[in-house]
Every structure is written in structure tokens, then in C-alpha cells.
């Protein structure tokens, strides 16, 4: 199967959300894709040239991005529930991984794919092994994707994985949807001169840095122990601490990390389902915006969320920060959708996020026509509060519609969960 071209097409909706300060919300509104742009946003007009898709109740709203992905785990879903971060890694995840292979990325990352297209997620920064498989996977189904490739251990060990990094930099230079990252997993999975040489390379060639760091207790005192900083403050002293570094989850901060955060114009994807379900804790998203630093969302990988749902990502971002604060008014669901959205774009470098004219051509549209949609009172209130994946019938990127109607137009999805079930289950069935 192969997406629709990107051509010339109109939304028209009761709903139009453009995520642009200067032009927040059209009731009803117009969009119009041109290629691969965004042509026009405002009042519906009388005239359009193309394809024209009414949705009298529906919304139109810039497309998700997830900026903290571990794609091709969703072929782990439910495999190691309700076990803490360290173990549930070294003694459940990391076993089972040595035996995947690069087909099995490539069918668990377009699972993965499909499941974000239907959710109305348009980009991800993904971090996995046989990067190649992945970027085949997000390619094929037309979206966009960071892709980082992964280091681990010594200097000398990780050198045959800066060599396929460079050949990857070769391959998609002129990708349009692709990206490529370095992506060192860890401070406790990668040496110092490792990631020293990380740093180096990343400044050297304009390449993005995505890192885990402070994402449980455990990790931070063991850290402290070792090195007497926390993971925050090693990171920076290494030199992987950067404009163009996105560090995962930051779940667990102390003394001056925040202000750390700030001076080296790193990003954090929040990633609070997954913080919750391995009893990480809570992020203080509040303190980290308040004190300048741009946050994201992310939904890790499904094998410790179990969803790429963004939607709940949102809902739990703002709830979790009322609940920490005491004060619902200290985070709106206008705050939720931006880390969804213009945090996420500026976490991965990407200019969408906004729907305005010669912007990138990436949007979502619902039917809306659905009880738990009614009565909108608030747009942004009922994308972020009440709306679910299955709401999203158009997912539109770099022009493309990859979802029409709720089918997925880039690849046989239903043939992909038929493959990803079988290879799911030789994987966590095999003898150790």
C-alpha cells in the first residue's frame, strides 16, 4: 500500500486548534494543505480548489510528537509488568533483547508506528538497536523519526557503532523524515571516555544527543556514590549537556539540576506513565518550565507504558502537576498540549507543533462526533481532557495523509500485527 501523495487538500471543521498564540482557535476554521505546507489556516472560505473533508463537529489540531521512544519494544507489551526499573532491565528487558534480530525491530517499530499514526503522533525520537531496521520501519510508514543510534560501554568496544553512525549519516542526509541522533543509553551503561568522545563527536558533526538520566532513585544515589554529582551534573561535566541534547525523563532532581538544565539549553521528555508505572516518581515539569527549560512528552517504550498514547501522556502531565502543587491552576491543559506539541518540536528541531501558514504539513483531525467529545466548551480542554486515539480518523504528515478515515494508508497494518504476534511470541518463548 502506498500513502496518498501530498497534494492539495481542506479540512473544514467546527474545531480548529493552530497551537499559534497570534491565531490560537477558529470556530469553525479551515486548514489547507498544499504539498507538503500548510497553505492557509483561518475562517472557513466559500471556495477551495481539491479534496475538501467536512467535519461540522470535528477538530483539527497540529500532530503529536513524541520526543522518548523505544519503538520496537512494543513487541514486549505486558511481558514484564509491575517490577522496578533496575531489575525489571536487567533481569526480564535486557535477556530477551539479546535475541532480537533486525527483523524483528523492523516489524515492532511499524506495530509501534501504527499505533502512533492512529493516535494522531506524527514524529518520534526513537533509541534502539539495529537503528537501520527502524528508520526502514518509520520510512515505510511515512513518519517522521529521530533516530538515535545506541552506545553502550567502553570507547574501544562502541568504535564498530560510531562507524555504522557515520554510514547512517551517509544513508539519510537528505532524508526528509529522518534525522539522526547519537544515543547514549546511560551514565551506568557508558564509560567516561565514552561519553566524553560522545560530546566531542556530537559538537563536531551538529548531531543531536538523546540520553537517559535521572529516571529512579536508585540511579541518582548510586550515581552520587560513585561520583558525588548527580546524574545531571556528570552529564555536564562529561560534555553531553547541550541545545540539541534531550534528556529523558529527569524524574528525579536535586539541588541545582534544574538551573543545570537552563545553562545548557538541554530539553527533557517528560515521560510520566512510564515514571509512574516503575515507581520513579513524578518530574517537576512546573519547576523545570518555570525555571527555563523547554520540556517535552514522551511515552517510552510500550514495553513499561503499554500504550504510545499520547493522549493519556497529556491528561497524567497535567493531573500529576495539580496533585504536586496543590493548586489545579498551576498546570492547564493548554501546558499539557504544548509539551505535546511546540515542546516537542523544539526538543527535536523540527518546525511544526503550530499550524500556520508555510509551516510543515503535519495534522490531526477527529470526527468528534462522539459523546465523550460533547459539549465542546473548550477545544484544547476536550483534546487533553476527554479525547482518545480511536477519535483520530486523519493523521496528515509532511503532507501525506498516512491515516484517511481510519485506515492506514502506508503500509498493511493488519498484516504487521499478524507478523509482530508470532515474532513476539518466539522471543519471550525461547530458552534462556
Not at 516537542?344 to 495534522?363: C, E, H, M, N
Request: hydrophobic share 45%; proline share 6%; aromatic share 6%.
Amino acid at each position: 500500500m502506498s500513502g496518498e501523495e501530498a497534494g492539495q487538500f481542506t479540512f473544514r471543521a467546527g474545531n480548529v486548534v493552530t497551537g499559534n498564540p497570534e491565531a490560537p482557535l477558529f470556530r469553525p476554521g479551515e486548514v489547507t494543505v498544499a504539498d507538503s505546507r500548510i497553505a492557509y489556516v483561518g475562517p472557513p472560505r466559500t471556495a477551495t480548489a481539491g479534496r475538501v473533508i467536512d467535519l461540522p463537529e470535528g477538530m483539527v489540531c497540529p500532530a503529536l510528537i513524541n520526543a522518548h521512544q523505544h519503538a520496537a519494544m512494543a513487541l514486549f507489551r505486558g511481558y514484564a509488568d509491575d517490577v522496578r526499573l533496575m531489575p525489571w532491565l536487567r533481569e526480564h528487558i535486557w535477556p530477551v533483547e539479546q535475541r532480537l534480530s533486525g527483523d524483528d525491530v523492523y516489524t515492532g517499530t511499524l506495530l509501534a508506528c501504527a499505533e502512533m499514526i492512529r493516535s494522531g503522533t506524527a514524529a518520534f525520537l526513537d533509541m534502539y538497536m539495529f537503528p537501520e531496521a527502524a528508520v526502514r520501519a518509520s520510512e515505510e510508514a511515512g513518519m517522521r523519526m529521530g533516530v538515535s543510534w545506541p552506545i553502550v560501554g567502553t570507547l574501544e568496544s562502541a568504535a564498530p557503532r560510531f562507524q555504522r553512525l557515520a554510514e547512517g549519516l551517509s544513508r539519510w542526509a537528505d532524508s526528509r523524515l529522518t534525522r539522526v541522533w547519537m544515543g547514549p543509553h546511560a551514565p551506568y551503561t557508558c564509560s567516561e571516555d565514552l561519553l566524553r568522545e560522545v560530546g566531542n563527536y556530537a559538537r563536531e558533526g551538529g548531531l543531536g544527543i538523546h540520553v537517559h538520566l535521572s529516571e529512579s532513585r536508585e540511579e541518582v544515589e548510586d550515581m552520587r556514590r560513585e561520583r558525588g554529582l548527580s546524574p545531571i551534573a556528570y552529564a555536564r561535566d562529561v560534555g553531553i549537556l547541550g541545545p540539541d541534547t534531550v534528556v529523558a525523563h529527569a524524574a528525579v532532581l536535586e539541588g541545582d539540576d534544574i538551573a543545570i538544565l537552563q545553562a545548557s539549553g538541554a530539553s527533557v521528555a517528560h515521560c510520566p506513565a512510564s515514571n509512574l508505572k516503575l515507581g520513579n516518581g513524578v518530574a517537576p515539569v512546573r519547576q523545570l518550565l518555570d525555571g527555563g527549560v523547554n520540556v517535552a512528552l514522551g511515552s517510552d517504550g510500550a514495553a513499561s507504558t503499554n500504550t504510545l498514547d499520547l493522549f493519556v501522556e497529556m491528561r497524567l502531565a497535567a493531573w500529576l502537576q495539580k496533585s504536586a502543587t496543590g493548586d489545579p491552576s498551576s498546570f492547564t491543559a493548554r501546558d499539557a498540549f504544548g509539551l505535546a506539541t511546540t515542546g516537542g518540536a523544539r526538543a527535536l528541531g523540527l518546525s511544526t507543533g503550530v499550524l500556520a501558514a508555510g509551516r510543515p504539513a503535519d495534522l490531526v483531525a477527529t470526527q468528534g462526533w462522539a459523546a465523550h467529545l460533547q459539549p465542546v466548551h473548550d477545544p484544547v480542554s476536550t483534546l487533553v481532557y476527554a479525547a482518545r486515539p480511536d477519535d483520530v480518523r486523519y493523521t496528515v504528515i509532511d503532507g501525506v495523509m498516512v491515516l484517511d478515515d481510519g485506515i492506514i494508508t502506508t503500509f498493511d497494518e493488519e498484516a504487521v500485527i499478524r507478523e509482530a504476534r508470532e515474532r513476539a511470541r518466539r522471543l519471550v518463548e525461547a530458552p534462556a
